[in-house]
């Protein structure tokens, strides 16, 4: 099982940024798929959750901005970032639930800047 998430880069405070999570090596086990940012010096945060049904539930202080979806076919979960503030710099990270264990991406960089 791999996961490769992708569709980081710089964005302007006030921007939107869509990122992807593939999961390959995956059939029908694929179940939670969870979404986390570590800024630089900072624990690891989870962001939110989709199950596989594409119920969602979120942090309390990104559930107005972020939003969770997924694709099954395409093994793929998205996090819409919007309205992104130079406070959501951070290295953003999938981790996917396969019913035998959980596995982790490589993350993808969002910078937030002027």
């Known amino acids: 099982v791999q996961l490769v998430e992708s569709g980081g880069g710089l964005v302007q405070p006030g921007g939107s940024l869509r990122l992807s999570c593939e999961a390959t090596?995956?059939?029908?086990?694929?179940?939670?798929m969870e979404w986390f940012r570590q800024a630089p010096g900072k624990d690891r945060d989870w962001l939110g959750q989709i199950n596989r049904d594409g119920s969602a539930i979120y942090r309390n202080s990104v559930k107005d901005r972020f939003f969770i979806s997924r694709n099954n076919a395409k093994n793929t979960a998205y996090l819409d970032l919007n309205n992104l503030s130079p406070s959501d710099t951070a290295v953003y990270y999938c981790?996917?639930?396969?019913?035998?264990?959980?596995?982790w991406g490589q993350g993808t960089q969002v910078t937030v800047s002027s």
């Open positions: 090596g995956v059939s029908d086990n694929l179940r939670d």
């Open positions: 981790r996917a639930d396969v019913g035998s264990g959980s596995y």
